[in-house]
Nanobody, 123 residues
């Protein structure tokens, strides 16, 4: 069973930065593509970014392109989301997700999920 644990969320002011981390249990992390999603109050899950198992390919939502960077360290079984120039609209519960195969922008494309870490951006 694969378990995902997010960390690094918090309360920041607009324009500041945060780095989210997601650690994954198991010995086969390098086989999994990883995604980050977020859910704001009263809204559905929104794709943020994904990275392939080898880290050679990434994709971002238009709303975060140029501000957020996804990366992974297969030696540490971890995936990261570096968030710069944060805006109030980035306020949400952020989830990481894993799939053994190609990544997707739809939540249904992932098999394993973490519990989320809250990011709150104040103006």
């Amino acid at each position: 069973q694969v378990q995902l644990v997010e960390s690094g969320g918090g309360l920041v002011q607009a324009g500041e930065s945060l780095r989210l981390s997601c650690t994954v249990s198991g010995r086969t992390f390098s086989r999994y593509s990883m995604g980050w999603f977020r859910q704001a109050p009263g809204k559905g899950q929104e794709f943020v970014a994904f990275i392939t198992s080898t880290g050679t390919s990434t994709n971002y939502a238009d709303s975060v392109e140029g501000r957020f960077t996804i990366s992974r360290d297969n030696a540490k079984n971890a995936v990261y989301l570096h968030m710069n120039s944060l805006k109030r609209d980035d306020t949400a519960l952020y989830f990481c997700a894993a799939v053994q195969g190609l990544p997707a922008v739809q939540p249904s494309g992932y098999d394993f999920w973490g519990q989320g870490t809250q990011v709150t951006v104040s103006s």
